[in-house]
């Protein structure tokens, strides 16, 4: 059975930094790419960065670019979000999924692409 746990979520002032985990089991984890998404109340949920299976190919959405950084540790079976300069639109819960294909497709940025889902862990960017 597939598990993904994320962690790290909080609460944090403008300006500020926070490092999302995911913690991935139940599969061979360095076989797939990951990706991370968020949600706020009413809204649907939103890509923001994948990575691919080895690490070296990394995608983020236009909103987090040059803010974010995605990273993997595939000896630890962990994916990681780098999230720095957060402003208040950047609150939401947020979540990893695990990609249905051991290749990253250009349908990266979609929901229906990931498999496996965490609980989410959630993010408030306030002062």
């Known amino acids: 059975q597939v598990q993904l746990v994320e962690s790290g979520g909080g609460l944090v002032k403008p300006g500020g930094s926070l490092r999302l985990s995911c913690v991935a089991s139940?599969?061979?984890?360095?076989?797939?790419?990951m990706g991370w998404f968020r949600q706020v109340p009413g809204k649907e949920r939103e890509f923001v960065s994948a990575i691919s299976a080895s690490g070296a190919n990394t995608y983020y959405a236009g909103s987090v670019k040059g803010r974010f950084t995605i990273s993997r540790d595939n000896a630890k079976n962990t994916v990681y979000l780098q999230m720095n300069s957060l402003q208040p639109e950047d609150s939401a819960v947020y979540y990893c999924?695990?990609?249905?294909?051991?290749?990253?497709?250009?349908?990266?940025?979609?929901?229906?692409?990931?498999?496996?889902w965490g609980q989410g862990t959630q993010v408030t960017v306030s002062s």
């Open positions: 139940g599969r061979t984890f360095s076989n797939y790419p």
């Open positions: 999924a695990s990609d249905q294909r051991t290749y990253i497709s250009a349908r990266y940025s979609r929901e229906g692409e990931y498999e496996y």
